[in-house]
């Protein structure tokens, strides 16, 4: 394995004059330029008393600036620990004090919304449109921030070139580069720390997969978060490294706006979240195939052919025209869509990771995709069933390898939990294994549940919410399509001894749901609230079985 910070450092000098980042229908950073801005704030760190091995927390939507100032933790030998924006102000409080940050970066949407003062260990909150100061509380970073050009120019008398950029390089394998938390809540937020030796092979994987078929200059558009690790390894470090041009929407990633991009970037790759790919399939391809003419030459042989081939260049159109494949991740595809795609042999497949694996775990190229799987095992990592018959009876999917997380920050039981002596993370999803080694999910034996874009949602969380409310006994929160619901089972008691009717504990339910969703993050909103009639089923030890109310 390779110095990951020294494969930053050789893209940067050898793509120095090429375009790197891109706010979408905004400015435009070289390599260089993403060079001199990771230069300053190396500076800021250093005269502002960070050392190795601080911790950086960024939150704020994608943008360059975001991607700089990541660029900047690692290669300055910090720890760094990206944060969801549309997490709510007290799971990015909780997340900044669990993680004992020292420096916050934080974009314009989180920047309002956040209080400095839950924040008693941080000693500054940077804006990341400018890198201005929202708060310093040393002298130290106050000085640095203002004097920061004034320190460059002192360090770079006559000018910045490629010669000067020499980075911090990681002394093991196993040192840590960065925590990314699963959720933001007390209680049931972890952190996953990943090491620099997971980030580097989720990017030799990349460089294996797909190198050939993506050059520098390339253009790329980055849809997902990059504080989630999907996004964060597959849109922006393979691509960046690789000498490619990102671009950021910086927007709320509606389907309008990505199609335009797509339509104006004409990326070379495309990584989505099911959610993405099947808007704009049923937006922008199935109206004009589902008339009577069209579907009537579907049904033809020999013309159907001709008229498959037809439909895919359509669809292929409507991702800008230019792409090697598009890989699909992070939740469930839906049947539907996935059988379409392969009948018009469009070029997609499917992925399979998790954030405890930085995240890849299966992966195949379209051209050996089997329908309806999830690849097989990436290199550096193996994969296996814990079942008496892999091939035909579900059981827990098991990865190991390079990928694979240090465990989580400061949570040694939690650890314990998913991490066993030999070296296996229990993923906690369930899966088959063909012959040829392609995996297939058959269903969650945690109770994670998976948002239209990939967010990780865990029920307990809502439930705790939900609990608290006026009237409710129990809930427990189900995901049917792209929408939650709570199934609550109230205080029938109570409500009797108020002399309710059922119009009465209907309307308190919908006063809860209101307050809930005021509570959660816009991910995690509860579309209604059902009123059950009777106590939940339980196991012996008093646990709701949640299978039975899928």
């Known amino acids: 394995m390779n110095s990951f910070n020294n494969i930053i450092e050789k893209s940067i000098i050898e793509h120095w004059k090429l375009d790197a980042l891109t706010d979408y229908k905004g400015t435009t950073l070289q390599y ?29 939507r994608n943008s360059a600036n975001w991607a700089v100032a990541f660029l900047a933790t690692l290669t300055y030998g910090a720890v760094a620990v990206p944060i969801l924006h549309e997490f709510l102000p007290e799971q990015i409080h909780h997340i900044v004090n669990h993680s004992e940050a020292k420096l916050l970066f934080v974009g314009d949407m989180v920047a309002p919304t956040i209080d400095p003062t839950k924040m008693p260990q941080l000693e500054g909150i940077i804006n990341i449109p400018d890198y201005s100061l929202m708060i310093s509380r040393t002298n130290k970073l106050t000085y640095a921030r203002e004097n920061l050009n004034a320190l460059f120019g002192a360090k770079f008398p006559k000018y910045f070139r490629p010669e000067h950029v020499n980075y911090y390089k990681e002394t093991s394998p196993d040192e840590l580069a960065m925590i990314n938390y699963t959720s933001g809540t007390t209680g049931f937020s972890k952190g996953v720390m990943i090491p620099y030796r997971a980030i580097w092979s989720n990017y030799d994987f990349a460089e294996g997969v797909l190198g050939k078929q993506v050059k520098a200059g390339d253009s790329i558009i980055s849809i997902l978060p990059m504080a989630h690790m999907y996004g964060m390894a597959f849109e922006f470090i393979f691509e960046f490294l690789h000498g490619c041009h ?52 579907l049904k033809t042989p020999i013309i159907s052919t001709k008229v498959e081939q037809r439909i895919c260049q359509q669809v292929v159109e409507a991702f800008g025209g230019r792409f090697y494949e598009i890989i699909i991740g992070g939740a469930a595809f839906n049947q539907e869509i ?13 992925g399979y990771g998790a954030t405890e694996c930085a995240p890849i775990i299966t992966y195949s190229d379209y051209n050996t995709f089997v329908p309806g799987s999830c690849g097989r095992a990436v290199v550096h990592m193996e994969v296996k069933i814990d079942s008496p018959d892999p091939q035909n009876i579900p059981g827990e999917i098991y990865a190991r390898g390079m990928n694979v997380m240090l465990g989580y920050y400061k949570n040694p039981e939690a650890t314990a939990e998913v991490l066993d002596s030999e070296g296996w993370y229990h993923t906690g999803d369930l899966g088959t294994m063909d012959a040829e080694g392609n995996l297939f999910i058959r269903g969650r034996s945690k109770n994670m549940l998976l948002g239209s874009n990939g967010q990780n949602i865990y029920p307990e969380e809502i439930e705790d919410k939900l609990n608290s409310l006026p009237y409710v006994v129990e809930s427990v929160v189900v995901q049917r399509g792209e929408k939650l619901y709570g199934l609550v089972f109230p205080d029938f008691d109570e409500c009797k001894t108020q002399g309710w009717q059922q119009s009465d504990i209907e309307k308190q339910m919908q006063q809860n749901l209101i307050e809930l969703n005021q509570q959660v993050p816009a991910y995690a909103k509860v579309a209604a609230i059902e009123i059950q009639q009777e106590e939940f089923e339980k196991t012996p030890k008093k646990s709701i079985k949640r299978y039975l109310y899928k």
Do not use: M
């Open 246 to 297: 990102i671009y950021y929407l910086t927007r709320v990633p509606s389907p309008a706006i990505i199609a335009q991009a797509f339509s104006d970037v004409k990326p070379t790759i495309i990584i989505a979240v099911p959610l993405v790919i099947e808007k704009i399939i049923r937006k922008k391809v199935l109206p004009r195939i589902q008339t009577g003419p069209v579907r009537l030459l």
């Open 338 to 350: 996935e059988q379409f795609l392969h009948r018009i042999k469009f070029p997609y497949t499917v």
């Open 32 to 60: 260089n330029d993403v060079a001199r801005k990771i230069e300053k704030l190396h500076i800021l760190y250093e005269h502002s008393g960070v050392v190795k091995g601080d911790k950086i927390a960024l939150c704020g």
